[in-house]
């Protein structure tokens, strides 16, 4: 898929496209809440900087990406630990061999396709025990530059610091608009909204 050719080409300069806008700090502090026990599966992991964070509770992590440059940036900002398992895996098509005590992905639900929605859901679900927490966030922000399919599109025009153009999945959620679609696929969730574009949810199967 292309949105992984894109991934694959700016995870050495991802830090630079981070967007300056208001509500990290409350995002960050939800982050911060979330401190799972147990074996926790982080999805779509990319350089590392939540998986640095979920070790500080858990007793495991597995974290997953499909482009393996993330993936290098990742186990080298973590370092060697038995405690962390990096997987290189396409998750559209991936299935998890257990369940996790808990499930988390940052950044990576704004990508997942519309008809990958339903599927990928069941893959969260098919991945945690019963009652085992899910916790997510992500943005809506989508600049006016990057509409170059117009602003119904899903798809954004992202470009490399040397201008190399991609095409990326972002869907722009509202936060009770995705409450209501997991409610919908069984899931008792709460998405919280921030003073700016991001949000989280966190919450359980129903
Ligand atoms: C916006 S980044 C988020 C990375 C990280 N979670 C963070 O918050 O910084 C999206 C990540 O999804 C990964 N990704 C994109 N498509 C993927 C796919 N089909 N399967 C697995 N990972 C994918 C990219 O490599 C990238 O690391």
Known sequence: MKQLAYYRAVADEYEDHTIDVPGQDELLSAIDSFRPGGDVLEL???TGIWTERLLRSATTVTAIDGAPEMLARARSRVGPAASVRFLEADLFSWKADRRYDAVFFGFWISHVPED?????????????????HVFFFDDNYRPQAELVEGSRSPIVQRKLNDGTPFRVVKVAYEP???EQRLRDLQWNVRVTGTSGPFYWGTGVRG
């Open 44 to 46: 779509a992991c990319g």
């Open 116 to 132: 990958k929605f339903t599927s990928f859901w069941t893959i969260v679900a098919e991945a945690l025990m019963p009652g085992g």
């Open 176 to 178: 009770a608009d995705l």
